[in-house]
């Protein structure tokens, strides 16, 4: 019953952006927090940031902080994550994942060339 659908990612230059959107149906958005999570090749999936439900506040891995901002959109029942000065380690696909759930989209993969 949960579909999410990842968007948004590309090929980007070192230090250059991007912007990944999920949308989400199947659920009530705005009773869950959302993370995003990657993983790179042969690597575990890892937590990247999170927001909560309705109160605005958020998470970042220290890997992240500072480059990138989440940010959701209850009425449109979307995750957006704001990805600057992109590095080649940030090089992976990239899901939201509401909490409390097994729910995974196919992803959306993000590469960045050094």
């Known amino acids: 019953e949960v579909k999410l659908v990842e968007t948004g990612g590309g090929l980007v230059q070192a230090g250059g952006s991007l912007r990944l959107s999920c949308a989400a149906s199947?659920?009530?958005?705005?009773?869950?927090?959302i993370g995003w999570f990657r993983q790179a090749p042969g690597k575990e999936r890892e937590g990247v940031s999170c927001i909560s439900s309705s109160d605005g506040s958020t998470y970042y891995a220290d890997s992240v902080k500072g480059r990138f901002t989440i940010s959701r959109d209850n009425a449109k029942n979307t995750v957006t994550l704001q990805m600057g000065w992109l590095r080649p380690e940030d090089t992976a696909v990239y899901y939201c994942?509401?909490?409390?759930?097994?729910?995974w989209g196919r992803g959306t993969q993000v590469t960045v060339s050094s």
């Open positions: 199947g659920f009530t958005f705005d009773d869950y927090a």
């Open positions: 994942h509401p909490s409390r759930t097994t729910a």
